[in-house]
């Protein structure tokens, strides 16, 4: 019973919970039992919170037991470890941080304490959630559960990696640029970004403060929609937080689509994209229509130039979030250093790897005299009329439906000496972030034996909507698959 604990959903494991059948201490001794098993061989957490998370379990059976409980009441998750969280270090995968504990939680973090979810490890990450593999962590690469050779993609490839290999019942990561539905589509899971400012990002360790965005990592839609649930909503902590209503999420889910309106933009099909993607993808399409959506092509022309604005715009301001590592507030000081400039060199030089300073030179430059006007302002230009294009097709279309990404897993090292390769990866998930609109990648078959991700953008506000093509789809293409880690 211990081992076929760690498949069971959320909302399955609520229903055992609330029922008595189970324990949450059993819940998380069976997912920190799964990690001990399996993590040697995924990788998926830079820290594991063994002590912390049968402490909290048992606070949450006294919960239930008092008649308390609520969603994720004992539910065992983990966090990307860019969110801060009192008392377990931080370290964004970078030798910087690496011994950073901080003293206070992050929204996030704090709303799903209140609820009586159960941490149990922080999850690996492209360094400060720059990449689109996994393979920039400064400790380890991730390995993707479905083949242990390949990347779980980036940035967010520890938590879902995680939740893949059933080593946690969902997490959270955060987007940027795809940072969560690329890697959800790699490991064959579903994972949200939702529309910005809908979830805190009040300790959240920045990295493009105009594009990041906290969302969930989880097995099915209805486990999304729950998570959403305890992390939406105004945070007077965060001034780019929305002052909206959120409702019950799950209460979207159901299985008809008629009347919804879906388009597909002919630009997301392109150069690039594999044909086993594309393929599984239109038969998703098909599957959409035959749920009662209207299903139409459509145009976001200036798409192609998405990947050239974000990366502008995401080191830009990755250049000026990352200006507070100096080596003299917390994380990594070099020592061996003649002064105090000398100091502050040794300590980017040695606490970053190569792509944080790739990026960090790519924005310095952009946002140098001479080149401020001809590179930053012009990507901001070109940011708004992609979002103009977003709201004009949103104006004939409830949703439109593409490829979360536009191949599946590839090998460890097959892309890490080309980074334009590499960057390439996000050129499908990129666009919703420079709009600011929701997104989320659901599992819909397989390609060369790997999973292959559905991804669906709405206008703002709208992931209601998103949720129930989500649930709808999920239903109808009932995807199953076998990842190739031992059996639980």
């Known amino acids: 019973m211990t081992e076929n604990l760690n498949s069971l959903t959320v909302h399955?494991?609520?229903?055992?919970?609330?029922?008595?059948?189970?324990?949450?201490?059993?819940?998380?001794?069976?997912?920190?039992?799964?990690?001990?098993?399996?993590?040697?061989?995924?990788?998926?957490?830079?820290?594991?919170?063994?002590?912390?998370?049968?402490?909290?379990?048992?606070q949450a059976d006294a919960k239930i037991a008092a008649g308390e409980a609520q969603?994720?009441?004992?539910?065992?998750?983990?966090?990307?470890?860019n969110m801060v969280t009192r008392g377990v270090r931080t370290t964004c995968s970078s030798r910087i941080l690496e011994n950073f504990v901080p003293p206070y939680d992050a929204t996030v973090a704090e709303r799903l304490y209140r609820q009586g979810a159960v941490l149990v490890g922080k999850g690996n990450l492209d360094e400060f959630a720059m990449g689109s593999s996994n393979e920039n962590s400064a400790f380890h690469p991730t390995h993707n559960p479905w083949a242990l050779d390949h990347v779980p993609g980036g940035s967010s490839g520890g938590p879902a990696a995680a939740v893949a290999a059933d080593e946690c019942m969902f997490a959270l990561g955060s987007d940027t640029g795809g940072s969560i539905r690329q890697p959800a589509a790699l490991c064959g899971i579903v994972g949200m970004k939702p529309t910005y400012?809908?979830?805190?990002?009040?300790?959240?360790?920045?990295?493009?403060?105009?594009?990041?965005?906290?969302?969930?990592?989880?097995?099915?839609?209805?486990?999304?929609?729950?998570?959403?649930?305890?992390?939406?909503?105004?945070?007077?902590?965060?001034?780019?937080?929305?002052?909206?209503?959120?409702?019950?999420?799950?209460?979207?889910?159901?299985?008809?689509?008629?009347?919804?309106?879906?388009?597909?933009p002919t630009e997301y099909f392109g150069e690039g994209l594999d044909a086993g993607v594309e393929s599984v993808v239109r038969e998703g399409i098909?599957?959409?229509?035959?749920?009662?959506?209207?299903?139409?092509?459509?145009?976001?022309?200036?798409?192609?130039?998405?990947?050239?604005?974000?990366?502008?715009?995401?080191?830009?301001?990755?250049?000026?979030?990352?200006?507070?590592?100096?080596?003299?507030?917390?994380?990594?000081?070099?020592?061996?250093?003649?002064?105090?400039?000398?100091?502050?060199?040794?300590?980017?030089?040695?606490?970053?790897?190569?792509?944080?300073?790739?990026?960090?030179?790519?924005?310095?430059y952009a946002l140098s005299a001479g080149y401020y006007d001809a590179y930053y302002l012009q990507a901001q230009r070109v940011r708004t009329l992609i979002r103009r294009e977003f709201e004009q097709v949103f104006e004939?279309?409830?949703?439109?439906?593409?490829?979360?990404?536009?191949?599946?897993?590839?090998?460890?090292?097959?892309?890490?000496?080309?980074?334009?390769?590499?960057?390439l990866n996000d050129i499908l998930t990129i666009p919703a972030n420079i709009a600011g609109i929701p997104g989320i990648s659901v599992p819909a078959g397989m390609s060369e034996g790997l999973p292959v991700g559905l991804q669906l953008m709405g206008p703002a506000m709208s992931e209601r909507t998103l949720l129930r093509i989500a649930y709808a789809y999920e239903r109808a293409a009932d995807f199953r698959g076998t990842h190739g880690l031992p059996p639980l």
Not at 25 to 53: Q, Y
Not at 396 to 423: H, N
């Open 197 to 264: 400012g809908l979830v805190s990002r009040f300790g959240l360790v920045a990295f493009a403060s105009s594009l990041d965005q906290i969302g969930p990592l989880a097995k099915d839609v209805t486990d999304c929609a729950i998570v959403l649930n305890a992390i939406a909503g105004n945070d007077p902590n965060d001034s780019t937080s929305l002052q909206a209503d959120v409702p019950d999420y799950t209460r979207a889910l159901t299985e008809d689509l008629t009347g919804l309106r879906i388009g597909v």
């Open 71 to 81: 969603p994720l009441t004992g539910i065992p998750m983990a966090l990307k470890d």
């Open 396 to 423: 004939r279309f409830d949703a439109v439906v593409a490829p979360t990404s536009p191949t599946v897993a590839f090998k460890l090292g097959e892309k890490t000496a080309d980074p334009l390769q590499m960057y």
């Open 12 to 58: 399955e494991a609520r229903t055992l919970l609330d029922a008595g059948a189970i324990t949450s201490v059993e819940l998380t001794s069976a997912a920190l039992e799964r990690i001990a098993r399996v993590d040697g061989s995924v990788k998926a957490f830079v820290t594991v919170t063994d002590e912390l998370a049968l402490q909290q379990a048992k």
């Open 286 to 364: 098909d599957t959409l229509r035959a749920l009662g959506a209207e299903v139409e092509d459509t145009s976001l022309p200036s798409t192609p130039h998405a990947l050239a604005v974000y990366y502008i715009i995401a080191p830009s301001e990755a250049s000026a979030n990352l200006a507070r590592y100096d080596g003299v507030k917390y994380g990594f000081s070099a020592q061996d250093a003649d002064g105090v400039w000398d100091a502050l060199e040794k300590t980017r030089q040695h606490g970053f790897g190569q792509e944080v300073k790739r990026r960090i030179m790519l924005g310095t």
